[in-house]
């Protein structure tokens, strides 16, 4: 199943289920849009008190 990123961040789409499901990112566009969704994922991080973010 293939969920937008977007949707997890916002709450309106389930992220990871388990250590064995895989996430993936395109980022296809603007750096400015690259910037954009890593301060929306930093901020989500945040708001569920996570300390660390896996990469």
Avoid: N, Y
């Avoid at 990123?5 to 990112?25: K, M, N, P």
């Amino acid at each position: 199943d293939v969920t937008q990123l977007g949707d997890v961040l916002v709450g309106t789409a389930q992220g990871r289920e388990s250590d064995e499901q895989v996430t993936a990112f395109d980022s296809t566009g603007l750096a400015i849009q690259d910037l954009a969704i890593a301060l929306a994922a930093m901020e989500r991080a945040d708001a569920l008190d996570l300390a660390v973010i896996d990469l």
